[in-house]
């Protein structure tokens, strides 16, 4: 069974910087492809950034993808999200889910493995 543990939000002022941690364990990272994603109040889940197996495989939301970066320490079995240039429209709470497939994927339905989300936001 693979459980994954996000961290690192909470409030952030716009123009500032937030990393999000995912801890994942009960299978090394190595063979998980892993995704975050993030819901704000009232809209459906949102897929921002996910990373397979092959360091190479990395995809982002096209409308994020210029202030944000998804990293991998295999050896912490850990996941990062950095999150640059914040903006009121990112407040949401962000999910890091997984699966025990090579490719990055980009739908929440493509994950089988769920943290409890960590909440993130962002003032004017």
């Known amino acids: 069974q693979v459980q994954v543990v996000e961290s690192g939000g909470g409030l952030a002022q716009a123009g500032g910087s937030l990393r999000l941690t995912c801890v994942a364990s009960?299978?090394?990272?190595?063979?998980?492809?892993l995704a975050w994603f993030r819901q704000a109040d009232g809209k459906e889940r949102e897929f921002v950034a996910a990373?397979?197996?092959?360091?190479?495989?990395?995809r982002y939301s096209e409308t994020l993808k210029d202030r944000i970066t998804i990293s991998r320490d295999n050896a912490k079995n850990t996941v990062f999200l950095q999150m640059n240039s914040l903006r009121p429209q990112d407040t949401a709470v962000y999910y890091c889910?997984?699966?025990?497939?090579?490719?990055?994927?980009?739908?929440?339905?493509?994950?089988?493995?769920w943290g409890q989300g960590t909440q993130v936001t962002v003032s004017s």
């Open positions: 889910a997984a699966r025990l497939t090579p490719y990055a994927l980009t739908h929440f339905t493509d994950y089988h493995y």
């Open positions: 009960g299978r090394a990272i190595s063979v998980l492809s």
């Open positions: 990373t397979g197996w092959n360091p190479d495989d990395i």
